[in-house]
Each structure stands twice: as structure tokens, then as C-alpha cells.
């Protein structure tokens, strides 16, 4: 019973303070009708605070909402890093600890905003929100290194959580203009149920003190199974005279007792893994922030109906979360029986996110549709999968995790959470192509390129 209540409540706290930022496709309306940033559109600026609408004012105010999205994307990613340090440092309860509070000043700030008025709130808001979800994730993530056989569940449930929690803007946005409710109680509603949720899995958090000795543990068998390989290896070389058995094999770890951080960084396996890792994550974040724009431009290049371009991009809303939460059953299952088969689940990722690439980048009704059910689910397994990887004692040292994980996701925040914003910024004022849909289609094919040399991971590994 207890070990349910491990998993609900991480999944509860994952979910509420885990990725909110990847929902902030949903919540541009609301920032659009509150009239945020609205004071870069010069003389439209009066009209459009005179009758507030859920669309954009001018190009401006809708570069300068995509650079904070960048902001807090590039947060959720890159201060994995600084939660990493303070993890296998000071262990998970203080890393949770850490991001919690820090997504209940993100909720904070957001109610302030009604009283202030200031844009610069919205930006204290979703970068305190972008910011305190590794700290979250990362603490709720120990629960499966404490309990291994809860380990799959918990990686899988997790990082699901992690992009359902873009459900909270989603259900925030109807509120807001369906039932009526001020963005001020909204946000004071999300802060009451964090902070609950919050203090009730930091009960539950083992302290640093077990998973020290646990680590302990697992380092010191991970070494007796390598000098038993080792042993192995120099008996079949005295017998046959060569070495067939790589490291690796029969649970021997890949890597020696003087491993390094460094070292492990450098291996061919952690950059390829890193390299793919960048390139989705990548263009995971331009599909957030750009998916709406890129549905009214290809309405407006004739692909479909204004209609249609609505409902594909409400249907992101609502299935990304929804796909992503579905996704734990099969990414759970996936990992239970194929768990240290890293080249069969790497594969099937690999092939999920070149068929939701493909799709992305064809301007057709049905394609588009797909590409708007399938993100959620592909996304999730994607993070499932890597962290799993990360997380083997086979192939990584245990007393690395929390670091291994940080400097990872750094790499990754640099490599793929800043250049959308460029990007984006090429779609409104370059020349070539001579429309915004068609530069949208050379982004996107040429994203979608990178991602085919991604197949080099599952094939090395």
C-alpha cells in the first residue's frame, strides 16, 4: 500500500509542479485576452486593450511570448544541471524541496499579476515554473533508485506526468474563458493544490542517508560482477587465446573503478544518445511553440479551412497531456520487457519520432491530425527511455546519477530550448521562401533531416 502511495503522490506532484511550461501553446490566449506584452504593438495597443481578444495583437507581442516560452523551456531543461549537484549532494528531499517552492512562487507571482499589471511578473512566473520542475522530477525520480522494483513504473510514470502536466494550462485557458473564472483565483487554486501535494511527497522521499547506503551497495556489486567478467575473460584467453566477451556482458559494468564524469560524457554511446536527445527536444520545442502559427499559415496557403486549423491545434491541446499520461501503460510494459535491450527501445523511439517528424512536415488534414496524437505518446517514451538508460548500474555508476543527468539535460537545454526563438524569428521576417508556411516547411525538413542521423544510436548500441 505504501509503495501506491510512493507512486500516486509523485505522480500527483510531477503533474502539477513537474512541466507545466510545456503547456504554454494553451495559455497564449489567456495572455493574449490579459493584454500581456501587449505594449510592444505601438498604436494597436489601445484597440486591442479596448476589446481583448484570444488572439495575437501584432508579431511583436507574439516573438517576445515564444522568447519566454524559450526561457522557461530552456529552465525545465538546463537547471536540471544545478538540481543534479544538489541530489547527489545533499540527496532528493532537498532537491524536491527546492523546485516545490519554487513552483508555488511560480503560482504565486501569476496571481500577483492581477494586481500589478506589470509583464515582468509573467516572466518571474513561468521562468520560477520552467525552473522548478527538474528539481521536482528529480527528487520524485530517487523513489525508483530506493525501490528497483518500482523502477520502470516510476521512470515511466514520471516522465508521462512530466508532459501531462501541460494538461494544467490546458484546464486553466477553458476556465478562464468558458466558465468565466479570473486568472487571479486560477492561479491561487494551482498553488493550494501544489502546496499539498508538495508537503505530502516530501513525507514520503527517502533520506539521503538510505540512498547513500543503497548506492553504496549497488557500486560495490556492480564492481564484484566486473572482476567476475574480468576473471571470466582471462580464463577464456589462457584457454582460446583471444577475448570474445565485451564488457558489458553477463551484468559486468562498462565502465572501470577510476570512471569519471567526464569519461562517461565522452564514451561514443553518451554522445549519440546526447545527440538525438538535442535534435527531438529540439524540435519538440519548436512544435510547442510554433504548432498553433504554423496551423493558421497553412490555412492561409490554402492546405485547409480556418476551421480545421483550429480543431487540429485544440486536438494538440488536449491529446498531448492526454497521450502522454496514456503513454505510462505501454512505456511501463516496454521497459519491463526489454529493459536492458537498450537497442530495441531506443529503436522504437527513434522510429515513433521520424513517423511524427514526417508527419509534422506534410501540410495534409490527415498527416497534421496524426502529428497532434502522436506528439504526447512519442514524447513521453522518448524521456522514459533516457532516463532509463541513465539510470542502468551496468552502463553508468550509480554515484553519478543525479550529475549524469544534469549535464546531460544542460547539453540538451543549449542545444534545443534557445534556437526556436531564432528560428521563429527567421519564420517572420526572412525573405526565402517567399511565405511564412514555406519557411515553416524548410524548418521543419530540415529538422527533420537531423533527426534521420539519429539512427546511428540504436544501431551502436
Known sequence: MRDVLRVVLAALSVFSMGGVVFGLAALYPVLYAEGVFVGLCGEAAEACLSHPTPLKCCDAQMLRNTLVSCVALFASDGMMVVFGEVADRAGPRAAFAAGAALAWAGFAF??????????????????????????????????????????????????????????????????????????????????????????????????????????????????????????????????????????????????????????????SDTLLLLAFMSVYNLKSSWYITTISDQLRELAAAGAFDDATAVAIADTFNVAFPLGAGLCSIGASALLSWYGAREDVYMGVVLALANLHGLAAATPLVSTQYWAALSFGPTRTLQWACYFHLLCRPSRYPPAYYGRLLGYANLVIALLSDGPPYLLHKYVASASWPPTPSGRYLAVNVALQLLLLVCVALPVQL
Not at 520560477?128 to 521512470?155: D, K, M, Q, S, Y
Not at 502546496?195 to 557500486?219: C, D, E, I, N
Request: hydrophobic fraction near 50%; include cysteine; charge should be positive.
Open 110 to 267: 501569476m496571481a500577483l499579476y492581477s494586481f500589478v499589471r506589470l509583464d515582468g511578473v509573467w516572466f518571474a512566473a513561468l521562468a520560477c515554473l520552467g525552473v522548478a520542475g527538474p528539481g521536482v522530477f528529480l527528487g520524485c525520480l530517487v523513489i525508483g533508485e530506493a525501490h528497483p522494483r518500482l523502477e520502470p513504473l516510476v521512470t515511466s510514470v514520471a516522465a508521462s506526468m512530466a508532459d501531462s502536466s501541460s494538461l494544467v494550462f490546458v484546464l486553466l485557458s477553458a476556465l478562464y474563458f468558458a466558465a468565466g473564472l479570473s486568472f487571479r483565483a486560477l492561479a491561487l487554486g494551482c498553488l493550494a493544490l501544489c502546496l499539498a501535494a508538495g508537503l505530502a511527497t516530501l513525507q514520503l522521499l527517502p533520506p539521503w542517508s538510505t540512498v547513500q547506503k543503497l548506492r553504496a551497495g549497488r557500486r560495490a556489486a556492480a564492481e564484484a560482477r566486473r572482476r567476475d567478467v574480468d576473471q571470466k575473460k582471462t580464463l577464456r584467453r589462457t584457454a582460446s587465446g583471444r577475448d570474445s566477451s565485451p564488457r558489458g556482458e553477463n551484468g559486468g559494468a562498462m565502465y572501470g573503478a577510476d570512471a569519471t564524469l567526464l569519461g562517461l560524457f565522452c564514451r
